[in-house]
């Protein structure tokens, strides 16, 4: 997308009614941090809307910039708090560079997301175990929680994706080691099972995320097979009715942290 075309998206957003907006891509080299800041920038001027960035790993001059430049949280998944694991999936990359890239983040002031993802090929009840505790360390103010779902055009096509049950307990989970965190009822789960944003919702989780991509978009974001709201909309209203339908209130606030959320490095 151009920068108008984000910028025009996001206004459509908040004349839905939208109180916030989250920005996420793979890490693209064109959007860097300067013309990220013109973003978040003209979002900013133009709308009253609260901003949650994900797009990957930055400087901590970077991070600085983005936040000044007006976006409120920064969301960015460790995947798996196993190095051997990561290193796997990430041949060019460190889980100690991705860490400390959360820590740069809270350290410019951002209201931090992090999360893994449940049932990696490759993952043991250790490293479940260790996810969440790595997410107790971070005390993260957002926790991002999703199924591993396989992609037939990836080395790992042939891997079982992870379970619903899985999922479900990691949220769980999640909301007893950080009670106040803000954690969505993902679009993965929901893909897995048609029901599986209600039964996240039911399990601890308080966040739903309405895509709103223009439809033009949303094929070229396909990350997994059969992902929801691609070729179809849920809009708003849907949203809404099916929160209500299992006795949920939707809040009409930015939804931020009930505190800025510092990790060990920032105490």
């Known amino acids: 997308m151009k920068i108008h075309e984000i910028i025009d998206t996001a206004k459509a957003a908040e004349d839905l009614g939208y109180p916030s ?9 064109y ?4 013309r990220l800041s013109e973003v978040m920038q003209q979002i900013k001027s133009s709308t ?18 983005l936040k000044t430049a007006g976006a409120d949280r920064y969301l960015l998944r460790f995947e798996t708090s196993d190095e051997t694991l990561y290193r796997k999936l990430h041949p060019d990359s460190h889980l100690q560079e991705r860490l400390l890239c959360l820590e740069h983040l809270d350290r410019a002031g951002f209201q931090v ?18 996810n ?6 971070y005390n993260a103010g957002m926790v991002g929680i999703g199924p591993f779902l396989s992609n037939q055009d990836t080395p790992m096509r042939a891997d079982h994706n992870g379970t619903v049950l899985g999922t479900l307990k990691a949220v769980a989970l999640t909301r007893i080691l950080i009670p106040n965190a803000n954690i969505p009822a993902t679009t993965a789960l929901g893909t897995l099972d048609k029901l599986g944003r209600e039964k996240a919702l039911q399990a601890g989780a308080n966040v739903i995320m309405p895509n709103v991509s223009p439809m033009k978009f949303r094929e070229l974001y396909k990350l997994y097979p059969n992902k929801m709201c691609v070729t179809s909309d849920q809009g708003r209203a849907t ?19 009930p505190q800025n959320r510092r990790t060990e490095h920032g105490k």
């Open 31 to 34: 959007y860097n941090a300067d």
């Open 239 to 257: 949203a809404i009715k099916m929160v209500e339908s299992i006795g949920r209130t939707v809040a009409l606030d930015p939804g931020h942290a």
């Open 21 to 29: 907006i989250v920005l996420q891509s793979g890490e693209d080299p």
């Open 113 to 130: 997301g992090t999360g893994f993802m449940v049932g990696l090929p490759g993952e043991t009840p250790q490293i479940f175990a260790n």
């Open 48 to 65: 009253n809307l609260a901003i949650t960035l994900s797009a990957g790993e930055y400087s901590y001059a970077d991070y600085q910039q």
């Open 132 to 137: 969440l505790l790595l997410l107790k360390k």
